[in-house]
Structure formats: structure tokens, C-alpha cells
Antibody
Framework: EVKLLESGGGLVQPGGSRRLSCAAS????????MSWVRQAPGKGLEWVSS????????YYADSVKGRFSISRDNSKNTLYLQMTSLRADDTAVYYC???????????????WGPGNLVTVSS | QSVLTQPPSVSGAPGQRVTISCTGS?????????VHWYQQLPGTAPKLLIY???NRPSGVPDRFSGSKSGTSASLAITGLQAEDEADYYC???????????FGGGTKLTVL
């Protein structure tokens, strides 16, 4: 059974940093691209970032480019999202999501974690 | 403002058929990129419902179906059930943004 579990969320001050982790199990983590998707309170889904299997290529939404960094440790089956220069509008539930294949444009999110709330507020 | 446009809400009585539209442009749906649909039950994470425009993952009832034409796509739900009450999101890829994009979501109410 595929399982994804996010951790690391919480309350952060504006301008601060936070690192989210996503522990994966139930599938060969080394074979699939991974993503982060967020959802602000009461709002819709927003794709944040994706990373290919090797970790050599990463992709970001314009809203987080230059502030967020996605990475993965295939030896630990873990996905990360390093968030810096956090703003109030980054407040959201952050979901870790597995991509069905290598992360090409036609790919889709076939499994999601339960999500982890990040609140940016003073 | 989402790149893909969905109606904010739809409703139907049990047993009825409803459709949810997803309108894009020539840089996403119209460019041939696939449309995928996700169901988000209240208080839970999204779940894959339709992939590759019209394919159902195993375990998804055949009451759910997807279609695509031109710059738009649709999700149809037949034989509406109370358990179908949820938010539904379409998703594709946009070549201008070089990233994945979602619709704003549609809240389905079963009357």
C-alpha cells in the first residue's frame, strides 16, 4: 500500500523558513517523480513544485520560484520542501503527491499524503 | 484566477446526472495536454478520479466518466449518490507557464 506522510509544518513568522518532509513507503521511491501541491484555507489546489527521479531537474510555480527548493533523498525514501522568505499568502496545507511516471507533462498525481498545515503569521 | 475555469458549484438530486466543465486555452487543454480529475471529500486529501482525459483508476465506479474536446473537458457523474458530495478539480499542463495547473474547483451538492 502506497503511503505518503508529510511532517514539519506549523506556525512560522513572516520572512522565516521551514522545511517540510514527506516519508514515502509502499512503492519503489527511486522510480517515480514527486511533487508538492498546496491548498490555502478555503481555496483550491495549487501546484508548487516537482522533482524527477534523479533529483537533477526541479520545477517550480512562479509564486514560489527563488524562495522554495525541492529535493529528495532516495536512500531514505523522503521528499523535502525547503521554504524561505515565507509570506502570509504561503499559508496552506501542503500535500506531498506521487507522480504516476517520470514527471513528464502528461503525468498526473496518483497518490497524495494527508497534508501538513503551514501557517505564516506573526 | 485559475488558468483552468470550472463552475464554482453544481448540484443534483440522488440518481440524477451532473456534469462539471473545465475550460482552458491553446496553451494547455487545447495544446493536447491531458486532463485529469480529482475528488476531494470534506476534510480529506484529493484522490485521483480520472486520468488521461477519460480513464478511470481501478476502484473508481463507472458512474464517473471524463471527456475532452478542443480547449475544454468535462466530468460526468451519473446515478448521483450522497457520498459523491465533494469538491472536484481538473488539472492539466500549461506550456506557457511550464507547469501543472488546476481548475478552481467545483463543489458538488447532492440535494
Amino acid at each position: 500500500e502506497v503511503k505518503l506522510l508529510e511532517s514539519g509544518g506549523g506556525l512560522v513568522q513572516p520572512g522565516g523558513s521551514r522545511r517540510l518532509s514527506c516519508a514515502a513507503s509502499g512503492f519503489n521511491f527511486n522510480d517515480y517523480a514527486m511533487s508538492w501541491v498546496r491548498q490555502a484555507p478555503g481555496k483550491g489546489l495549487e501546484w508548487v513544485s516537482s522533482i524527477i527521479v534523479s533529483g537533477d531537474r526541479t520545477y517550480y510555480a512562479d509564486s514560489v520560484k527563488g524562495r522554495f527548493s525541492i529535493s529528495r533523498d532516495n536512500s531514505k525514501n523522503t521528499l523535502y520542501l525547503q521554504m524561505t522568505s515565507l509570506r502570509a499568502d504561503d499559508t496552506a496545507v501542503y500535500y506531498c503527491a506521487k507522480l504516476r511516471n517520470s514527471g513528464r507533462s502528461q503525468d498526473y498525481f496518483d497518490y497524495w499524503g494527508p497534508g501538513n498545515l503551514v501557517t505564516v503569521s506573526s | 484566477q485559475s488558468v483552468l475555469t470550472q463552475p464554482p458549484s453544481v448540484s443534483g438530486a440522488p440518481g440524477q446526472r451532473v456534469t462539471i466543465s473545465c475550460t482552458g486555452s491553446n496553451s494547455n487543454i487545447g495544446a493536447g495536454f491531458h486532463v485529469h480529475w480529482y475528488q476531494q471529500l470534506p476534510g480529506t486529501a484529493p484522490k485521483l478520479l480520472i486520468y488521461g482525459n477519460d480513464n478511470r483508476p481501478s476502484g473508481v465506479p463507472d458512474r464517473f466518466s471524463g471527456s475532452k474536446s478542443g480547449t475544454s473537458a468535462s466530468l460526468a457523474i451519473t446515478g448521483l449518490q450522497a457520498e459523491d458530495e465533494a469538491d472536484y478539480y481538473c488539472q492539466s499542463f500549461d506550456s506557457s507557464l511550464s507547469g501543472r495547473v488546476f481548475g478552481g474547483g467545483t463543489k458538488l451538492t447532492v440535494l
